[in-house]
């Protein structure tokens, strides 16, 4: 066995995973791993907050599908972290987040920049590792790397401290790894199967209701089968978005507080609803106990813990998505050869039919749902979209159709705005051929905009498209609908000028008034070798819609 | 539809490690469940260690307690133990005033009746070392009272289920 440093069996550890480029920034309790960083091939991202590390990682490992790394110091670069490894934890994003300790001796000492961060992150970590005795280094890794990327992905946290990074000792990096308490389920259980599928050929108002699983276990093309065969409508989640082209016939988008008429409707409507990789969210369901009332619901999740969780289902089914649609179908499409559903389709076909009008816009001045039909017909159907968190990130969800899975990268479970930047500057690292655009909003990108310098010194060009109203603008709606229009704390007061803001870090920046002059700076952004922050301004009276009060049932929408 | 509470005992084998039973208390507070009362030592195996927990609830709660459980990567092995076919055990530590030679003989009665052991006398107090169930300790409890209980030590509930079987590693 070699004999070497923590630090280089860490490196040489990241390596074996197969890990291209960590996103972190150094400090004391890690200068050990820097140095050995600094002869290796593994890329490192000097980023300039912890946070935008994490979310850099995030967005690399939901654009790439594999495990994202990002590394700190201890204390506040630890701390640092912990906003963004919560927004990997709620979205079953796979990262590997490092973090530098004070000497072992020290720990529990209160020591300069000690945190007890295997403390703080342990309910948001699917685990977390802190490294005792040197030798544990190569399997820590292994195992971490592991864990966060299968069964339900989620993030892992190793904590090394100092001393073993720097003490040497014998290196074992072929040591099988056993776990005795995690053994995802993947393989769906016959007899549950079996009782879907009588459900499903009985159905005649089926729907599908897909989440951010059937990316992960990359059932895309299955999911689209199988709604194909059982002639259903398939509506997302956020985190779904992307796993059936949403030109696809079939396609009704996004369901929830503000999902569309289509989704919303039919899957109140719906007798039998095979939800797939949700886990039936606040946000999605409306008022839970009003949800789809006449339904049966087949519950198909590899989290055993989502089963019943939310809602009690008729048909729990625990296992891998890919392999349960597949055993679902193959079963199906022996007894079941329906070749029509025509009074079902043509009430979702009425219902699509109205979101297509919300689009059209009306009155003076840049509407953001057109907004987005336009940024979609400029880029290519690969490109990745990424949001912040709030009226942006709604629009986005309903007005720009996603075509392909990994194309659209939100913060759904956390809501964290400030995500959508960072999490761009990590996809266009995993995909650099492809245009990354962040859809985002002045007051998100505002929380996380100082990477703008790490973009450019790190030549990662991304498009940042701000919708610019100047408020906290989903603060501000509900403030406008529920509180009498008292608006308190959300006005932005036009703060700061992004176009110079932009050109200080050497990006480039303009600022458009129409959509004509919007077409044209954008066609030069996706041109551009540096990021360009494109200002939209906009009303801060529009209001994104549809939408679902708080509390009622996901029909009783507001129109607009 | 109301489902009815009741306390449940349930069983775990988790990894004999630091931090397991923070990850372990830390899921109980941050999903709201109540644990009544928690003991944990090494199990059959020097690497394992068994916790028992004992929690009110009604049957989803505890269902979901369960699958939350074993979600935790350090847990390997979660049953809910059915009191009929459980063998469920507590101690308890209790210090009693005695100031005279009457209430010292009547708490040394009491004792034998419930097969309790006095395990430290002094001239104003004994410890008394009692084990049974939760509702023999709580009585017993109850009795001493009106002599003046000064202070009280209980382990919370340890259990195994009856016979051939059990909740264990293959």
Redesign the interface.
Known sequence: MPRMSGAKALIESLKREKAEVIFGIPGGAILPVYDVLYDSDIKHILMRHEQCAAHAADGYARASGKVGVCMSTSGPGATNLVTGIANAYMDSSPIVAITGQVPRPFIGKDAFQETDI??IT??IT??NF?VRSTAEIPKIVKTAFY?ASTGRPGPVLIDLPKDTQTEEDEMNFDERIE????RPTYDPHPLQVEKAVQLLIQAERPIIVAGGGVKASNACSDLVALAETLLAPVATTLMGKGVIPEDHPLSVGMLGMHGTVAANHLVQDADVLLAVGMRFSDRSTGNIKAFCPDGKIIHIDI???E???NI?SHVPIVADAKRALQSIRNRLIQKFNKKERSTWLNRMQTLKNIHEEMIKSVGDGIKPPALMVEVRKMLPNDAIVTTEVGQNQMWAALYLKAYKPRTFISSGGLGTMGFGFPAALGAKVACPEVPVVDIAGDGSFLMTEQDLASSIAWKIPVIVVILNNSVLGMVAQWQRLFYNRRYSAVDLKRIPDFVKLAESYGAQGSRVQSIEEFRGAFKEAINSDVSTVIDVPISPEENVMPMVPPGNTLKDLILS | MEMKERIYMISAIVEHKPGVLYSVSNMFRRRGFNIESISVGESEQSDLARMTITMKGDEATVEQVVKQLKKLISVIKVSILDSENTVARELALIKVNTPDARVRSDVINYTEIFKGHIVDVAHESLIIEITGDTDKINAFIELMKPFGVREIARTGIAALQRGMRSVKME
């Open positions: 295997v403390g342990t309910p699917k685990c802190q864990i776990f005795r308490g995690y989290d055993s813990s089963i019943g969780k009690k």
